[in-house]
């Protein structure tokens, strides 16, 4: 079956403008994850849900960043405002519930 | 404040011998351990995990030991093929929340 996808997977926008980047999980997986990763770290956490509702959002850096999930299905993750420190690779990734999780190629983000 | 950590930032071992990847932990609240595999260009995959009731979990070349008093845990890839070369991502769960260590780069030579 298709694995996770994410789109768009790569994104340059100028600081200022809002984003919106989607997720798709593997159809069935309950439980959606969103991470940002930069270059040569680790997935950071940054908020997830089960079904659609948002269970963990701490991981958020501020209020630029939301998500949704409505439908208990496709993500979006929206960052508003976009500053230059925003620049990063956002991963998504799904999970049965609270199992493996399996990671999307990713979004890269550019913020000029 | 980093909660998961591999202290080794490369790793090089020759083909077909064993391959020792290490991690450390400081939240005790940890539930469910995790090896994740990276190439280039594409996301983390999952390899193997352990519960934190275990202490060893085995799945044909891959082991990983879970010492709880330690906080540390251990992936052994024996032998170790060319293919293993990428980065390799260690993550603690706890109540659904998933933390990273910063990742190891394996390189097997031939």
């Known amino acids: 079956g298709a694995g996770v996808s994410q789109s768009p997977r790569y994104k340059v926008t100028k600081r200022g403008q809002d984003v919106a980047l989607r997720c798709d999980p593997i159809?069935?997986?309950?439980?959606l994850y969103w991470y940002r990763q930069a270059l040569g770290q680790g997935p950071e956490f940054l908020t997830y849900?089960?079904?659609?509702?948002?269970?963990?959002k701490s991981g958020l850096p501020n209020d630029r960043f939301s998500a949704e999930r409505p439908e208990g299905s496709i993500s979006t993750l929206t960052i508003q405002r976009t500053e230059q420190r925003d620049s990063a690779m956002y991963r998504c990734?799904?999970?049965?519930?609270?199992?493996?999780?399996?990671f999307g190629p990713g979004t890269r983000l550019t913020v000029l | 404040d980093q909660q998961v950590k591999q202290n080794s930032p490369s790793l090089s071992v020759q083909e077909g011998r064993i391959s020792i990847l290490n991690c450390d932990y400081t939240n005790s609240m940890f539930d469910y351990f995790l090896w994740y595999k990276k190439y280039p260009a594409e996301g983390p995959t999952f390899l193997i995990s352990?519960?934190?009731?275990?202490d060893k979990n085995e799945d044909g070349r891959f082991t990983v030991f879970l010492n709880k008093s330690a906080k540390h845990l251990s992936l052994h890839i024996v032998p170790s093929q060319p293919g293993d070369s990428a980065v390799y991502f260690c993550a603690a769960t706890n109540a659904g929340k998933s933390t990273f260590g910063d990742g190891t780069t394996l390189t097997v030579k031939p």
């Open positions: 990734a799904s999970s049965i519930r609270w199992g493996t999780q399996y």
């Open positions: 849900f089960n079904y659609e509702a948002q269970q963990d």
């Open positions: 352990i519960s934190s009731i275990k």
């Open positions: 159809s069935g997986h309950v439980s």
